[in-house]
C-alpha cells in the first residue's frame, strides 16, 4: 500500500470513530444517525421552527427522542420504555460528570435528579417503565423551555 492510500485509510478510520464516539447530547445532528445504527433503532423526525426532534425506537420498544438546535446540535434527550438506554453513549462527554453526581448520592432508590452547571440529568423508573431526560442548559435554543424535552 502506498503512502497516500495509507493516509486516506487512516482518515477514513478516523472520521469513521469520531463520528461514532460524538454521538450524544452536545454532538452534531449527524450524530443520531449514529445512535441509530447503534441501537439499531427506527428513525421518525419531526421538523419544528425551534428544533427539531428526532425519535429513535429500539427493538426492546424503548423510545429515545434526540433535540437538534437550529445550529445543529443536540441540546436535550429523553427517553421511556421497558429498558434504559445506554446512558454513556447518549451523554457523551458528558457522562462521567453524571456519574460522579451519581455517585454520591445517598439513596439509591429515589428518581434520579443530578442538577450541574450547564447538565441537567432526571431519570426513575423501575423494570419495563423507565423514564428520564438530560439537557444542556446552557444550550437550550432561544425559546425553548426544558419542559419541552419529553
Avoid at 87 to 108: I, K, M, V
Wanted: hydrophobic share 40%; net charge neutral; charged share 15%.
Amino acid at each position: 500500500m502506498n503512502l497516500p492510500s495509507a493516509i486516506r485509510v487512516v482518515l477514513m478510520l478516523t472520521m469513521l470513530t469520531s463520528s461514532a464516539c460524538d454521538a450524544s447530547l452536545g454532538g452534531g445532528e449527524a450524530t443520531v444517525e449514529a445512535d441509530r445504527l447503534a441501537t439499531n433503532a427506527t428513525l421518525r423526525t419531526q421538523q419544528g421552527t425551534r428544533f427539531t426532534m428526532h425519535e429513535l425506537q429500539v427493538p426492546s420498544g424503548t423510545t429515545m427522542r434526540e433535540y437538534v438546535s437550529p445550529a445543529g446540535v443536540v441540546f436535550g434527550i429523553a427517553w421511556n420504555g421497558p429498558s434504559m438506554p445506554d446512558l454513556r453513549q447518549l451523554l457523551g462527554d458528558h457522562f462521567d460528570r453524571y456519574a460522579e453526581a451519581l455517585a454520591s448520592r445517598r439513596t439509591r432508590r429515589s428518581p434520579v435528579v443530578v442538577e450541574l452547571p450547564g447538565l441537567v440529568v432526571h431519570s426513575s423508573g423501575h423494570m419495563r417503565a423507565f423514564t428520564g431526560k438530560a439537557y444542556l442548559s446552557d444550550a437550550l435554543p432561544p425559546g425553548v423551555s426544558a419542559q419541552d424535552i419529553q
